[in-house]
């Protein structure tokens, strides 16, 4: 797809600022993952600070909360979703996630459970 084609069909599509910012969440939130790993020490770097605090302006701007299935497994696994959350108390209730779901679909998808290779 060309340029003028994305520009073409992204102008085309009705007008929804809220599933706007509802897919752009979710796609920063996976942003947040490829960030963490492609930093220097693999764990942070400021790239996952500019994408939590553009995480953080549209979440407590009308974007609301992404629900943690919408979610890398990697970044519930170790609490990052759930400490960025947390970071926006009090206004803002930190979802609960169902972590014996995110432990099976981890060995799901790595075929070992997440406190082996700790």
């Known amino acids: 797809m ?3 084609n994305s520009v073409r069909e992204a102008m085309s599509e009705p007008w929804d600022l809220e599933g706007v910012l509802r897919n752009e969440l979710i796609q920063l939130w996976d942003d947040l993952d490829t960030a963490r790993r492609n930093a220097i020490n693999g764990v942070w770097s400021i790239q996952c600070d500019n994408i939590v605090y553009r995480i953080t302006l549209l979440t407590h701007n009308g974007g609301g909360v992404v ?25 803002l ?20 459970d997440y406190e082996e290779q700790a």
């Open 93 to 112: 209730e930190t979802p609960q996630v169902d972590m014996d779901r995110v432990y099976e679909t981890y060995k799901a998808i790595y075929g070992y």
């Open 67 to 91: 629900e943690w299935g919408e979610v890398s497994v990697d970044l519930l696994i170790d609490g990052t979703y759930q400490r960025v959350y947390d970071a926006m108390n009090p206004w």
């Open 2 to 4: 060309s340029l003028e």
